[in-house]
């Protein structure tokens, strides 16, 4: 059975940081791209950022330079450092795993982001 499990999130004030984590036991991690999405109340999920099993990244444009995803594989573990939060990076943040990169692969249960103003 495939689990993961995140933390890391919690209340920061804007400009603020944040690292969270994803750990994934039960699969096999390094060949799986591994993701994060959000979703702010009253919105609908979107994608953060993907990292393939050989380490390709993918960002959505408007976070570009702010959030940077990684991964140890050693650790069955993805990493979403977060920097200079704004208020609209309130959301919860699930982690996803995609073995061979097949949709919809797995969730985790979200971890709550909030930024004060």
């Known amino acids: 059975q495939v689990q993961l499990v995140e933390s890391g999130g919690g209340l920061v004030q804007t400009g603020g940081s944040l690292r969270l984590s994803c750990r994934v036991s039960?699969?096999?991690?390094?060949?799986?791209?591994m993701a994060w999405y959000r979703q702010a109340p009253g919105k609908q999920r979107e994608s953060v950022a993907d990292i393939t099993g050989g380490g390709s990244t993918y960002y959505a444009d408007s976070l570009k330079g702010r959030f940077t995803i990684s991964r140890d594989n050693a650790k069955n573990t993805v990493y979403l450092q977060m920097n200079s939060l704004k208020p609209e990076d309130t959301a919860v943040y699930y982690c996803n795993a995609r073995p061979g990169d097949i949709f919809p692969g797995y969730w985790g249960q979200g971890t709550q982001v909030t930024v004060s103003s």
């Open positions: 039960g699969s096999s991690f390094s060949i799986s791209t």
